[in-house]
């Protein structure tokens, strides 16, 4: 039973347009949310993150909205550029001393910039 | 800086073979972690240590062991390679609260024959 789900395995987008990508979850103890970019060879990245008690999130380019009601997230690129192009993992957590800062990952999107 | 440091980058085993996995973070983190990527798949956790001292299970523990060796080192061992556990392995830390994103190594690719 997979928690968190990236339904989209893949994701082609032109330059300065908008990405939007989408995740999914299951478990509603889950309270914070966290995307991860990844590039070849690399290990995962922190891009941006967003509790539970809000439901927007901006960082220069990059926007996380949140709808609890829904249990779905998605992430927002404007303008996107061809350095975008990575493979973009959602990622769940609970808040809290004991959950030691777990987070179960998505299956991730390959976002591909065109120029 | 160097963050979170992975050895190997690169291992190939034959199956049966035993092998540890070595990690080790400079940002006085307390929490550290153990997740391994198949193709096509997100990260799995497999082991993570809360603090010093201790460590727990995560959602595939299964053909592994972990030490905690001390605040900056966590290290994973297969004790008998199996080629089901062919994979990336990342090691990643955090401050330990719920709140902080992980900080993860470029990762070992790992292949069992």
């Known amino acids: 039973d997979q928690q968190v789900k990236q339904n989209s395995p893949s994701l082609s987008v032109q330059e300065g347009r908008i990405s939007i990508l989408n995740c999914d979850y299951t478990n509603s103890m889950f309270d914070y949310f966290l995307w991860y970019k990844k590039y070849p060879a690399e290990g995962p990245t922190f891009l941006i993150s967003i509790s539970s008690i809000k439901d927007k999130n901006e960082d220069g380019r990059f926007t996380v909205f949140l709808n609890k009601s829904a249990k779905h997230l998605s992430l927002h690129i404007v303008p996107s550029q061809p350095g975008d192009s990575a493979v973009y993992f959602c990622?769940?957590?609970?808040?809290?001393?004991?959950?030691?800062?777990?987070?179960?990952f998505g299956d991730g999107t390959t976002l591909t910039v065109k120029p | 800086n160097a963050g979170v440091t992975q050895t190997p980058k690169f291992q190939v085993l034959k199956t049966g073979q035993s092998m540890t996995l070595q990690c080790a973070q400079d940002?006085?983190?307390?929490?550290m972690y153990w997740y391994r990527q198949d193709p096509g798949m997100g990260l799995r956790l497999i082991y993570y240590s809360a603090s010093e001292g201790t460590t727990d299970k995560g959602e595939v523990p299964n053909g592994y062991n972990v030490s905690r060796l001390n605040k900056r080192e966590f290290s994973l061992r297969l004790e008998s390679a199996a080629p089901s556990q062919t994979s990336v392995y990342f090691c990643?830390?955090?401050?330990?609260?719920?709140?902080?994103?992980?900080?993860f190594g470029n990762g070992t690719r790992l292949t069992v024959t």
């Open positions: 940002m006085n983190h307390n929490s």
């Open positions: 990622a769940a957590s609970e808040l809290g001393n004991t959950n030691a800062g777990k987070s179960t």
């Open positions: 990643a830390s955090s401050p330990g609260q719920g709140n902080s994103p992980l900080h």
